[in-house]
């Protein structure tokens, strides 16, 4: 069955660093999304992403973060400055008709700013 | 602000009973809604979805939805240790890109 894959599952970084998260969807969908889970709390919408330009983003989605699709198949998501409340999981997703049909989430990466 | 409810739980069945876990959203407009499994330290997984008003069934799970009401839920059947998550409801909001999830309802599953 196709997979959403993201690395790294996690990482740690210093608060005030710059880190990237990668993720490839799966092949043949078209619409590219970031979600993060602060523990114990609601999956949160931060953006998405379609034709290669953001489609919508949220509140959460301020100038600290942007998104990349570099080459046809990875989807970044860099945090520019890392604040202690970035801490959290942070799941890509894909899916083939803007999410009509659900989503794919990855596996996800565990970002701990220290 | 569109807003997905759930109540939190944890509901606790015993194995075999029926689970049933319910939502109700705000954005009258929303046609799109979905389950998903999710858990602990994992993430989401699709579970069902349903676009009409009525009842769809997959196997053990059975999606109802209430539009007038603004109401999905989610039944199981026969349920097993395995079944044991948090179930998010989600819902597209309308006119969007962006699916909005509820903040999940923990069932457990006793043996």
């Known amino acids: 069955e196709p997979e959403v894959t993201q690395t790294p599952s996690h990482q740690v970084t210093q608060m005030g660093q710059e880190v990237i998260l990668r993720c490839v969807p799966i092949s043949n969908h078209l619409y590219f999304y970031w979600y993060r889970q602060i523990l114990g709390q609601k999956v949160e919408f931060l953006v998405s992403?379609?034709?290669?330009?953001?489609?919508?983003k949220s509140e959460i989605f301020d100038d600290q973060f942007s998104v990349e699709r570099p080459d046809g198949s990875n989807f970044t998501l860099k945090i520019r400055s890392t604040k202690l409340e970035d801490s959290a999981m942070y799941f890509c997703?894909?899916?083939?008709?803007?999410?009509?049909?659900?989503?794919?989430f990855g596996s996800g990466t565990r970002l701990t700013v220290v | 602000q569109k807003e997905v409810e759930q109540n939190s739980g944890p509901l606790s069945v015993p194995e075999g009973a029926i689970a049933s876990l319910n939502c109700t959203y705000s954005d009258r407009g929303s046609q799109s809604f979905f389950w998903y499994r999710q858990y602990s330290g994992k993430s989401p997984e699709l579970i069902m979805s349903?676009?009409?008003?009525g009842d769809k069934e997959d196997g053990r799970f059975t999606a109802q939805l209430n539009k007038a009401s603004q109401y999905v839920s989610l039944l199981i059947r026969d349920s097993q240790p395995s079944d044991s998550a948090t179930y998010l409801c989600?819902?597209?909001?309308?006119?969007?890109?962006?699916?909005?999830f509820g903040a999940g309802t923990r069932l457990f599953v006793k043996a």
């Open positions: 989600a819902v597209i909001i309308t006119g969007g890109f962006k699916t909005i």
């Open positions: 349903i676009y009409s008003n």
């Open positions: 997703a894909s899916s083939e008709a803007g999410g009509s049909y659900g989503y794919t």
């Open positions: 992403f379609y034709n290669n330009e953001i489609s919508e």
